[in-house]
Protein backbone atom coordinates (compact mmCIF):
# COMPACT_ATOMS: atom_id res chain seq x y z
CA UNK A 1 0.00 0.00 0.00
CA UNK A 2 1.34 3.33 -0.84
CA UNK A 3 2.05 6.33 1.47
CA UNK A 4 -1.26 8.07 0.03
CA UNK A 5 -3.22 4.87 0.44
CA UNK A 6 -2.17 4.48 3.70
CA UNK A 7 -2.98 8.32 4.77
CA UNK A 8 -6.70 7.94 3.59
CA UNK A 9 -6.88 4.52 4.79
CA UNK A 10 -6.09 6.14 8.04
CA UNK A 11 -8.01 9.61 7.57
CA UNK A 12 -11.18 7.23 6.98
CA UNK A 13 -10.70 5.84 9.97
CA UNK A 14 -10.72 8.64 12.14
CA UNK A 15 -13.14 10.19 10.16
CA UNK A 16 -15.46 7.36 11.07
CA UNK A 17 -14.83 7.11 14.42
CA UNK A 18 -17.74 7.67 17.18
CA UNK A 19 -15.23 10.19 18.74
CA UNK A 20 -15.40 12.28 16.38
CA UNK A 21 -18.67 11.96 14.93
CA UNK A 22 -20.15 12.54 19.25
CA UNK A 23 -17.60 16.00 18.84
CA UNK A 24 -19.03 17.29 15.91
CA UNK A 25 -22.61 17.04 16.48
CA UNK A 26 -21.68 18.65 19.61
CA UNK A 27 -19.97 21.26 17.70
CA UNK A 28 -23.39 21.98 15.89
CA UNK A 29 -24.43 23.14 19.06
CA UNK A 30 -21.94 25.66 19.11
CA UNK A 31 -21.96 26.81 15.63
CA UNK A 32 -26.18 27.35 16.65
CA UNK A 33 -25.14 29.55 19.58
CA UNK A 34 -22.68 31.48 17.54
CA UNK A 35 -25.81 32.12 15.24
CA UNK A 36 -28.09 33.16 17.91
CA UNK A 37 -26.00 35.72 19.10
CA UNK A 38 -25.72 36.97 15.64
CA UNK A 39 -29.23 37.52 15.32
CA UNK A 40 -29.15 39.60 18.29
CA UNK A 41 -26.51 41.77 17.37
CA UNK A 42 -27.79 42.07 13.92
CA UNK A 43 -31.05 43.64 15.50
CA UNK A 44 -28.91 45.45 17.69
CA UNK A 45 -27.40 47.33 14.58
CA UNK A 46 -30.77 47.59 13.34
CA UNK A 47 -32.07 50.28 15.91
CA UNK A 48 -28.92 51.20 16.55
CA UNK A 49 -27.97 50.29 20.40
CA UNK A 50 -24.93 47.99 19.32
CA UNK A 51 -21.51 48.75 21.31
CA UNK A 52 -20.22 45.25 19.82
CA UNK A 53 -19.18 44.64 16.20
CA UNK A 54 -21.93 42.82 13.90
CA UNK A 55 -19.75 40.03 13.31
CA UNK A 56 -18.70 36.54 14.67
CA UNK A 57 -15.70 38.16 16.79
CA UNK A 58 -18.39 40.44 18.61
CA UNK A 59 -21.19 37.56 19.26
CA UNK A 60 -18.08 35.55 20.97
CA UNK A 61 -17.00 38.64 22.87
CA UNK A 62 -21.18 39.08 24.03
CA UNK A 63 -20.64 35.48 25.35
CA UNK A 64 -17.90 36.43 26.95
CA UNK A 65 -19.61 39.15 28.88
CA UNK A 66 -22.08 36.94 30.58
CA UNK A 67 -22.18 34.80 33.37
CA UNK A 68 -20.23 31.63 32.50
CA UNK A 69 -19.46 32.99 29.37
CA UNK A 70 -15.51 31.72 29.51
CA UNK A 71 -17.06 28.19 29.89
CA UNK A 72 -19.36 28.18 27.54
CA UNK A 73 -16.38 30.45 24.78
CA UNK A 74 -14.14 26.97 25.78
CA UNK A 75 -16.98 25.05 25.01
CA UNK A 76 -17.53 26.51 21.37
CA UNK A 77 -13.61 26.34 20.79
CA UNK A 78 -13.86 22.70 21.62
CA UNK A 79 -17.02 22.33 18.93
CA UNK A 80 -15.48 24.30 16.12
CA UNK A 81 -12.03 22.17 16.63
CA UNK A 82 -14.18 19.15 16.60
CA UNK A 83 -15.50 20.00 13.66
CA UNK A 84 -12.21 21.47 11.67
CA UNK A 85 -11.26 17.99 11.80
CA UNK A 86 -14.28 16.07 10.96
CA UNK A 87 -14.59 18.07 7.51
CA UNK A 88 -10.78 17.89 7.29
CA UNK A 89 -11.11 14.05 7.20
CA UNK A 90 -13.69 14.46 4.62
CA UNK A 91 -11.26 16.60 2.29
CA UNK A 92 -9.41 13.60 2.36
CA UNK A 93 -11.42 10.87 2.14
CA UNK A 94 -14.79 12.45 0.43
CA UNK A 95 -18.11 11.80 1.54
CA UNK A 96 -19.87 8.90 0.39
CA UNK A 97 -21.91 8.86 -2.33
CA UNK A 98 -20.76 11.61 -4.72
CA UNK A 99 -18.57 10.76 -7.01
CA UNK A 100 -16.06 12.33 -9.85
CA UNK A 101 -16.83 16.35 -10.15
CA UNK A 102 -19.45 16.56 -7.54
CA UNK A 103 -16.66 13.96 -5.18
CA UNK A 104 -14.16 16.65 -6.17
CA UNK A 105 -16.69 19.63 -5.59
CA UNK A 106 -17.51 18.07 -2.00
CA UNK A 107 -14.00 18.10 -0.91
CA UNK A 108 -13.34 21.36 -1.74
CA UNK A 109 -16.07 22.74 -0.20
CA UNK A 110 -14.80 20.59 3.21
CA UNK A 111 -11.70 22.51 2.62
CA UNK A 112 -13.37 25.78 2.81
CA UNK A 113 -15.76 24.81 6.07
CA UNK A 114 -12.06 23.38 7.49
CA UNK A 115 -11.04 26.70 7.24
CA UNK A 116 -14.00 29.02 8.57
CA UNK A 117 -14.19 26.49 11.68
CA UNK A 118 -10.94 26.68 12.57
CA UNK A 119 -11.19 30.27 12.01
CA UNK A 120 -14.33 30.42 14.53
CA UNK A 121 -12.35 28.10 16.81
CA UNK A 122 -8.96 30.96 16.64
CA UNK A 123 -11.47 33.71 17.54
CA UNK A 124 -12.85 31.91 20.40
CA UNK A 125 -9.31 31.82 21.61
CA UNK A 126 -8.68 35.09 21.08
CA UNK A 127 -10.88 36.27 22.87
CA UNK A 128 -10.42 33.79 26.04
CA UNK A 129 -7.36 35.25 25.81
CA UNK A 130 -8.40 38.68 26.38
CA UNK A 131 -7.61 39.83 22.69
CA UNK A 132 -8.56 43.57 22.67
CA UNK A 133 -8.50 43.46 19.43
CA UNK A 134 -11.84 43.53 17.20
CA UNK A 135 -11.92 41.42 13.76
CA UNK A 136 -13.59 44.45 12.14
CA UNK A 137 -10.51 47.32 12.80
CA UNK A 138 -8.04 43.70 12.05
CA UNK A 139 -9.50 43.59 8.95
CA UNK A 140 -9.53 47.37 8.08
CA UNK A 141 -5.83 47.38 8.91
CA UNK A 142 -4.64 44.63 7.13
CA UNK A 143 -6.53 46.24 3.83
CA UNK A 144 -5.11 49.24 4.24
CA UNK A 145 -1.19 47.55 4.18
CA UNK A 146 -1.93 45.63 1.04
CA UNK A 147 -3.53 48.20 -0.95
CA UNK A 148 -0.68 50.48 -0.06
CA UNK A 149 1.79 47.68 -2.15
CA UNK A 150 1.70 47.23 -5.63
CA UNK A 151 -0.98 45.53 -6.74
CA UNK A 152 -2.53 45.67 -3.41
CA UNK A 153 -6.05 46.57 -4.44
CA UNK A 154 -6.59 44.40 -7.21
CA UNK A 155 -6.21 41.54 -4.90
CA UNK A 156 -8.45 43.36 -2.11
CA UNK A 157 -10.78 43.31 -5.42
CA UNK A 158 -10.63 39.91 -5.71
CA UNK A 159 -11.07 39.12 -2.69
CA UNK A 160 -14.38 40.77 -2.61
CA UNK A 161 -15.71 39.16 -5.84
CA UNK A 162 -14.95 35.74 -3.75
CA UNK A 163 -16.46 36.58 -0.86
CA UNK A 164 -19.48 38.13 -2.88
CA UNK A 165 -19.68 34.84 -5.04
CA UNK A 166 -19.90 32.90 -1.50
CA UNK A 167 -22.42 34.79 -1.13
CA UNK A 168 -24.52 34.07 -4.01
CA UNK A 169 -23.53 30.65 -3.73
CA UNK A 170 -25.35 30.45 -0.35
CA UNK A 171 -28.33 32.23 -1.57
CA UNK A 172 -28.45 29.57 -4.25
CA UNK A 173 -27.27 26.51 -1.71
CA UNK A 174 -30.39 27.39 0.39
CA UNK A 175 -33.02 27.78 -2.12
CA UNK A 176 -32.13 24.95 -4.18
CA UNK A 177 -32.44 23.21 -0.96
CA UNK A 178 -29.12 21.43 -1.47
CA UNK A 179 -28.34 21.27 2.25
CA UNK A 180 -30.94 18.05 2.76
CA UNK A 181 -28.31 16.33 0.60
CA UNK A 182 -26.26 16.21 3.77
CA UNK A 183 -29.05 15.56 5.93
CA UNK A 184 -30.77 11.79 7.13
CA UNK A 185 -34.05 12.91 5.63
CA UNK A 186 -35.46 9.22 6.25
CA UNK A 187 -35.17 9.71 9.92
CA UNK A 188 -37.34 12.66 9.62
CA UNK A 189 -41.28 13.22 10.23
CA UNK A 190 -43.04 15.16 7.50
CA UNK A 191 -43.42 17.92 9.68
CA UNK A 192 -39.61 18.41 11.07
CA UNK A 193 -38.78 17.95 7.28
CA UNK A 194 -40.55 21.07 6.64
CA UNK A 195 -39.30 22.67 9.70
CA UNK A 196 -35.89 21.71 8.32
CA UNK A 197 -36.38 22.90 5.26
CA UNK A 198 -37.81 26.28 5.94
CA UNK A 199 -35.13 26.84 8.47
CA UNK A 200 -32.32 25.88 6.43
CA UNK A 201 -33.57 28.26 3.12
CA UNK A 202 -34.41 30.98 5.43
CA UNK A 203 -31.15 30.95 7.11
CA UNK A 204 -28.74 30.10 4.04
CA UNK A 205 -30.45 32.93 1.77
CA UNK A 206 -29.95 35.45 4.88
CA UNK A 207 -26.63 34.52 4.96
CA UNK A 208 -25.92 35.10 0.97
CA UNK A 209 -26.85 38.23 1.73
CA UNK A 210 -24.78 39.58 4.37
CA UNK A 211 -22.09 38.58 2.91
CA UNK A 212 -22.63 38.82 -0.40
CA UNK A 213 -23.11 42.93 0.18
CA UNK A 214 -19.65 42.19 2.49
CA UNK A 215 -17.94 41.14 -0.35
CA UNK A 216 -19.19 44.08 -2.94
CA UNK A 217 -18.07 46.58 0.40
CA UNK A 218 -14.72 45.16 0.17
CA UNK A 219 -14.55 45.54 -3.75
CA UNK A 220 -16.01 49.14 -3.36
CA UNK A 221 -12.78 49.51 -0.78
CA UNK A 222 -10.94 48.62 -3.62
CA UNK A 223 -11.85 50.87 -6.06
CA UNK A 224 -12.14 54.10 -3.90
CA UNK A 225 -9.02 53.24 -1.89
CA UNK A 226 -11.30 53.13 1.31
CA UNK A 227 -10.08 50.65 3.67
CA UNK A 228 -12.97 51.56 6.09
CA UNK A 229 -15.64 49.53 4.02
CA UNK A 230 -13.23 46.73 4.32
CA UNK A 231 -14.87 45.95 7.67
CA UNK A 232 -16.40 42.84 6.75
CA UNK A 233 -20.26 41.93 8.33
CA UNK A 234 -19.83 44.98 10.48
CA UNK A 235 -19.17 46.89 7.91
CA UNK A 236 -22.19 45.46 5.96
CA UNK A 237 -24.49 45.94 8.63
CA UNK A 238 -23.16 48.66 9.86
CA UNK A 239 -24.03 50.21 6.08
CA UNK A 240 -27.31 48.71 5.40
CA UNK A 241 -28.56 50.19 8.97
CA UNK A 242 -27.48 53.71 7.72
CA UNK A 243 -30.01 53.52 5.31
CA UNK A 244 -34.26 54.09 5.30
CA UNK A 245 -34.83 51.02 4.82
CA UNK A 246 -31.90 49.20 6.21
CA UNK A 247 -33.00 48.13 9.74
CA UNK A 248 -36.12 46.46 8.51
CA UNK A 249 -33.90 44.05 5.84
CA UNK A 250 -31.28 43.95 8.91
CA UNK A 251 -34.42 42.72 10.43
CA UNK A 252 -34.94 40.17 7.82
CA UNK A 253 -31.32 38.86 8.13
CA UNK A 254 -31.23 38.49 12.23
CA UNK A 255 -34.29 36.51 11.15
CA UNK A 256 -32.25 34.27 9.08
CA UNK A 257 -29.19 34.48 11.45
CA UNK A 258 -31.97 32.90 14.38
CA UNK A 259 -33.26 30.32 11.74
CA UNK A 260 -29.55 29.35 10.80
CA UNK A 261 -28.63 28.70 14.23
CA UNK A 262 -32.29 26.98 15.27
CA UNK A 263 -31.29 24.83 11.99
CA UNK A 264 -27.86 23.71 13.66
CA UNK A 265 -29.38 22.32 16.24
CA UNK A 266 -31.35 19.99 14.40
CA UNK A 267 -27.77 19.56 12.07
CA UNK A 268 -27.23 17.86 15.59
CA UNK A 269 -29.61 15.05 15.38
CA UNK A 270 -29.77 14.42 11.22
CA UNK A 271 -26.64 15.44 9.99
CA UNK A 272 -24.85 13.03 7.98
CA UNK A 273 -21.19 12.41 10.00
Given amino acids: MSATSQARST ?35 AFGSSSSEGDQSGALRTLAQQP ?37 AERFISVCRTVMYGYFAYLAIKV ?41 GLVVYGLKKKFEEHLNIGQMSASVRRTVRRLGMTGYSAKGVAYGIAGVLVVSAAVTYDPDKARGLDAALKTLAGNDWGPWLLA ?22
Wanted: with cysteine.
Fill in 68 to 104: AGGFLLVLIAIGMIALALWQAFEAVVGESGPRGKAAA
Fill in 128 to 168: LSGSSTSQASKSEQTTSTIMDNTGGRWLIGVVGLVVAGVGI
Fill in 252 to 273: LIALGFLAHGVYCFFQVRYRKV
Fill in 11 to 45: ASRAANSKPLEYLARAGFVAYGVIHLLLAWLVLQV
